[in-house]
Each structure stands twice: as C-alpha cells, then as structure tokens.
C-alpha cells in the first residue's frame, strides 16, 4: 500500500499562486502515473492534472495554462503549480498514485479576497 501526503495549500488572493506537493511512499513511483484531483463542496470530484510516467501532461479545460503539474522521480514527489488563482479553484486538492489508486487526505486551496 502506498502513503500519499500532500501540503501546501492554505489562502490566497485572486490572481495569486500556490504550490501544491505530494511525497508518495510504498511504490517504485517511477514506473506509475500521478495526478491531482480536487472536491469543492457540493460537487464531485474532479480530475485536475495528471502526468504518466512518460512525463505527458493533461489538464482540466478551466486550468490549461495556469496550472503545471510536474514530477521528480527521484524525490518520489509530485506538484501542482498554480498560478492566477480563480475563486472558482477553491476546493480540496487530493494527490493519487497510479499504483493502488491510493489517495492523500487532501490539501484545502481557498481563493478569496
């Protein structure tokens, strides 16, 4: 079973940015894809950005050039960058690993002024 644990969340202005990281324990986490979802209330989850092993991107429509996710094989970590927050991003963030489909216990990204 793999230990996903995410940080970096927290409170930001409109038109700010954050960094979200994730630390995967438990899996050869080179070989599997990653991706970060996220939960605003009332809604379901949604996938926000994923990258395979290959290191091919996808994005959310409604984040496509103001997120990058990106990965380092070697500190078995992955990230989300975001940048010109939207009040509309405020959720929580949750990491997955491709291996189990173990998911951390959520990071919370609130966007208001």
């Known amino acids: 079973q793999a230990e996903v644990v995410e940080s970096g969340g927290g409170l930001v202005q409109p038109g700010g940015s954050l960094r979200l990281s994730c630390k995967v324990s438990?899996?050869?986490?080179?070989?599997?894809?990653m991706a970060w979802y996220r939960q605003a209330p009332g809604k379901v989850r949604e996938l926000v950005a994923s990258?395979?092993?290959?290191?091919?991107?996808k994005y959310l429509d409604s984040v496509k050039g103001r997120f990058t996710i990106s990965r380092d094989n070697g500190e078995q970590a992955v990230y989300l960058d975001m940048n010109n927050l939207k009040p509309e991003d405020t959720a929580v963030y949750y990491c997955?690993?491709?291996?189990?489909?173990?998911w951390g216990q959520g990071t919370q990204v609130t966007v208001s002024s």
């Open positions: 990258i395979d092993n290959g290191f091919v991107r």
């Open positions: 997955w690993e491709g291996r189990f489909a173990s």
């Open positions: 438990g899996i050869e986490f080179r070989f599997y894809p």
